[in-house]
């Protein structure tokens, strides 16, 4: 059983920011996809971010050259930089990894962008 923690959110101006963190543990192999999702109210949970372990990498259009994504697979942990954060970027953010196609989730962090 494959178990993520996220930290790293918070309140935050538009213009700043964050940079959030997802620890996996129990997957005892390194996972083939790692990634961020977020979920604003009253929306769809969409796909942020994403870093397979080979090395390719994913962006959603909205976030391309504001956010990146790194990983460390020694760690299983994957990062999530978050720059020039915009009020439409609020939202939960939740943490995913995919092992032997399953998918798993952490609980979710908040990230709020506003003035």
């Known amino acids: 059983q494959v178990q993520l923690v996220e930290s790293g959110g918070g309140l935050v101006q538009p213009g700043g920011s964050l940079r959030l963190s997802c620890a996996a543990s129990?997957?005892?192999?390194?996972?083939?996809?790692m990634g961020w999702y977020r979920q604003a109210p009253g929306k769809q949970r969409e796909l942020v971010a994403a870093?397979?372990?080979?090395?390719?990498?994913n962006y959603a259009d909205s976030v391309k050259g504001r956010f990146t994504i790194s990983r460390d697979n020694a760690k299983n942990t994957v990062y999530l930089q978050m720059n020039s954060l915009k009020p439409e970027d609020t939202a939960v953010y939740y943490c995913?990894?995919?092992?032997?196609?399953?998918?798993?989730w952490g609980r979710g962090t908040q990230v709020t962008v506003s003035s």
């Open positions: 129990g997957s005892g192999f390194s996972l083939n996809v």
């Open positions: 995913n990894a995919v092992q032997y196609g399953i998918s798993y």
């Open positions: 870093y397979a372990r080979v090395g390719s990498t």
